[in-house]
Nanobody, 130 residues
């Protein structure tokens, strides 16, 4: 059974930092590109792309809204992907999800589309107080 489990969320003041972790079981993340998404509170809020990392960890992409503040990394030995969040703002308040998509070797690993991801975690709440 495939499981992705996020951890590390919590309450932090604006300007602070958090590191989220996404631990996988039932699959080897080395074969998967991994993305982070978030869904802010409120009616009609879509789950939005935050960033993604290639299966090797050599390439990352961050959304414009978090570029320069958030960093994605992975430790394939621990089957875990991380989202380091610095300089947090109240607008970063959301439930954060990690997701994995299998990528055939030699093809484009990158996708910001949530529909391209097969496996999802249950989410972890991040609340930034101003």
């Amino acid at each position: 059974q495939v499981q992705l489990v996020e951890s590390g969320g919590g309450l932090v003041q604006a300007g602070g930092s958090l590191r989220l972790a996404c631990a996988a079981s039932g699959l080897t993340l080395f074969n998967y590109a991994t993305g982070w998404f978030r869904q802010a509170p409120g009616v009609g809020k879509e789950r939005e792309f935050v960033g993604a990392i290639s299966w090797s960890g050599e390439s990352t992409v961050a959304a414009d809204s978090v570029k320069g503040r958030f960093t994605i990394s992975r430790d394939n030995g621990k089957n875990t992907v991380y989202l380091q969040m610095n300089s947090l703002e109240s607008e970063d308040t959301a439930v954060y999800y990690c997701a994995a998509r299998w990528v055939r070797f030699g093809t484009n690993w990158y996708s910001p589309l949530k529909t391209d991801y097969t496996y999802w975690g249950q989410g972890t709440q991040v609340t930034v107080s101003s």
